[in-house]
């Protein structure tokens, strides 16, 4: 199954360290970002593990559930945890789901639904491409999808901003220009014509071309 932007996220029920997680019940009516890993004890994915426990404040500031996989049992997980504490400094405080049986891998579409066996014997370089960022809307929708090699780390603010973009999106029908942080300028859509752009915004925005209009951000 090949996933798009705009397609409905996989539901699936499955182990995680922390219980069951029935996954579409449990995002709710919040923003999930659910971000993945080929195998446990390996050296990138301990960093990023770390990181995002350390930014989980941040991400619940803006209603946002994190839930990790990786293609190892839950009891492995446990262990990894231990190490990335006394690495990272942090360790996981959210949910990693186990996929021992590349169950969710295969449903996301990051191995081949055809993929034999389970986790047991695999290298991580078997689950290369296990290494995805979803970033998941309330109404269960993929808002955006991110791949990365296993050979480099993932940038997690990057995520957050991006978070930021779909989540100003979502409210007030915006885009966001070119290496946008929050509070920049933001760009009114074509779909919004200038009669609509004026009553949303009365205090004016700038035409630099009639595609290309700009506004101060809306709160």
């Known amino acids: 199954m090949s996933l798009r932007i ?15 997680l029935n996954f579409h019940e449990w995002i709710g009516d919040s923003w999930c970002i659910l971000f993945s890993h080929p ?3 390996t050296p990138v994915c301990t960093t990023e593990l770390g990181f995002m426990a350390k930014l989980k404040p941040e991400f619940d500031k803006r209603n946002t559930k994190i839930v990790g996989l990786s293609v190892d049992p839950v009891d492995n997980h446990a262990a990894w945890a231990k190490d990335i504490e006394e690495t ?8 990693m789901i186990g996929d021992d049986k590349l169950e969710v891998a295969k449903l996301y579409d990051m191995l081949p639904a055809e993929e034999p066996g389970s ?18 809307g309330p109404d269960k929708k993929i808002k955006a999808m991110l791949i990365y090699p296993m050979t480099s780390g993932r940038d997690f603010n990057e995520v957050m901003r991006l978070l930021d973009s779909v989540q100003l999106n979502a409210k007030h029908t915006v885009a966001t220009p070119v290496n946008w942080r929050p509070g920049d300028d933001v760009i009114i859509p074509p779909s919004v014509s200038d009669e609509e752009a004026r009553k949303k915004y009365p205090e004016g ?15």
Request: hydrophobic share 30%.
């Open 6 to 20: 705009g397609d409905t996220a996989p539901d699936f029920t499955a182990q995680t360290t922390q219980g069951t």
């Open 39 to 41: 195998k446990d004890f």
């Open 88 to 95: 990272q400094g942090t360790a996981p405080n959210y949910p």
């Open 119 to 136: 986790a047991e014997g695999r290298t991580p370089a078997d689950n290369a491409t296990v290494r995805a960022v979803f970033i998941i």
């Open 205 to 219: 925005f700038t035409t630099i071309k009639p595609y290309l209009r700009t506004v101060k951000q809306p709160r």
